[in-house]
């Protein structure tokens, strides 16, 4: 069974840059598509960026222009580059297939300062 690591958060100032990683224990070229997720404190576990098998790309509007998934499909391993950050970004990010379909990993926290 596949498990997930996600890694790269920290608390970071308003207009600054995060790359998210996140390693997975087996292959993930069987999910066809690949996305980063997050929860932010008192709401639901949103998907803000999703990957195809051949690189097709998909964001919510909040995070469009700002923020850039990558998949590495060699290494087993999705990225999240995050540019332009604001606070409302803060929250812990989770990637998982879409539609989810491997068990959680911990997450990776985000923090946003104003």
């Known amino acids: 069974q596949v498990q997930l690591v996600e890694s790269g958060g920290g608390l970071v100032q308003a207009g600054g840059s995060l790359t998210l990683s996140c390693a997975a224990s087996?292959?993930?070229?069987?999910?066809?598509?690949m996305g980063w997720y997050r929860q932010a404190p008192g709401k639901q576990r949103e998907l803000v960026a999703g990957?195809?098998?051949?690189?097709?790309?998909n964001y919510v509007d909040s995070v469009k222009g700002r923020f850039t998934i990558s998949r590495d499909n060699a290494k087993n391993t999705v990225y999240l580059q995050m540019n332009s950050l604001k606070p409302e970004d803060t929250a812990v990010y989770y990637c998982?297939?879409?539609?989810?379909?491997?068990?959680w990993g911990q997450g990776t926290q985000v923090t946003v300062s104003s």
């Open positions: 998982n297939s879409v539609p989810t379909r491997i068990s």
């Open positions: 087996g292959s993930i070229f069987s999910f066809n598509v």
């Open positions: 990957i195809t098998r051949g690189a097709n790309r």
